[in-house]
């Protein structure tokens, strides 16, 4: 499976990574074919088959248009990937998982490489042919390869050719050096807040639906830092923190039965006491005081990846 000179991409506006072939159901269709309807599977599910795509252990992770994956294996009409971009302690390489080999294309990698790259800073962003028609709604955070500046729009190479997004809904960066890491953690807070209300959706890595790791990954990669995938891999790295060193920023970690229990959940401390998170199927993004609730109880460890400005 493995070409130098080739390179697979996410072709469609969000990839759902599935645990194995039997795992999407007939049911999940808006977000198995290609191209997707994100906002129509999400619409479309209930609780209780929202709810499954956990408690099933049906999904894993997302990926956004443009992103590169490492095909290590073909069946039947799925292929086996790893996720470089989003790291794991399941696999070295990066995340892994099975997605419908439809939402992937193959393309020559002198073809996508590019000096600089635009990463989409809205919450949404439509991709527009020359003419200015819609082509593709994409989320918050997707990166593709410019190719040319213009003042109103910015040509990208896409997987299926170039095609522009509105200046003002991007950012420009040196695909070499990558984003320049924000100073303090404000603008940690800052990226996701946004989303307070946007509808929990589990393995969610997009603007159509966060889980509680992909908000805080989403949160640090608007600010220029590569953090792990999952709660287990975040909290594995980063510099500790103590309950009374907390800033806004800092990631925050929960355990059942606090230091003796089982890790299940990681927000965001937004100061005050308070925290920014993604809860649970069925609730949205918000900002809640951790005082006299469950979380303060469950509270386990802080993590910061942030660095003030005299620590670079």
Not at 125 to 153: D, F, H
Request: overall charge neutral; charged content about 20%.
């Amino acid at each position: 499976m493995l070409n130098q000179e080739k390179i697979w991409l996410t072709a469609v506006q969000v990839a759902t990574v599935w645990t194995d072939l039997q795992s999407a159901r007939s049911m999940d269709a808006p977000g198995t074919n290609n191209p997707t309807n994100m906002d129509q599977w999400i619409e479309s599910l209930t609780y209780e088959t929202n709810l499954a795509l956990c408690e099933e252990n049906r999904v894993q992770t997302q990926l956004l248009y443009g992103e590169p994956v490492i095909v290590t294996a073909l069946k039947d009409d799925w292929a086996q990937v790893v996720i470089p971009s989003q790291p794991s302690k399941k696999d070295p390489r990066g995340y892994p998982g099975w997605v419908p080999h439809r939402q992937l294309k193959q393309v020559k990698k002198s073809t996508w490489q590019a000096t600089y790259t635009a990463i989409i800073m809205h919450a949404k962003a439509w991709l527009e042919n020359e003419a200015g028609e819609q082509i593709m709604k994409l989320s918050y955070l997707t990166c593709l390869p410019v190719a040319r500046q213009t003042p109103n729009s910015i040509e990208v190479k896409t997987p299926h050719g170039n095609h522009f997004l509105p200046t003002y809904q991007v950012h420009i960066f040196p695909t070499k050096k990558g984003m320049t890491q924000s100073e303090g953690g404000k603008a940690i807070v800052q990226a996701v807040e946004p989303f307070i209300g946007l509808s929990y959706f589990w393995g969610g890595m997009s603007a159509f639906g966060y889980d509680c790791s992909g908000l805080a990954y989403a949160a640090h990669k608007a600010n220029g830092h590569q953090i792990g995938r999952d709660t287990s891999d975040q909290i594995a790295s980063g510099k500790e923190v103590t309950d009374d060193q907390l800033q806004p920023g800092d990631l925050l970690f929960f355990a059942y039965g606090a230091d003796k229990g089982k890790l299940h959940h990681v927000g965001i401390y937004y100061g005050n006491d308070k925290m920014i998170h993604a809860p649970q199927t069925g609730k949205g993004v918000e900002v809640i005081s951790l005082k006299d609730t469950v979380y303060e109880k469950e509270l386990y460890a802080a993590r910061r990846y942030w660095r003030e400005a005299e620590e670079k």
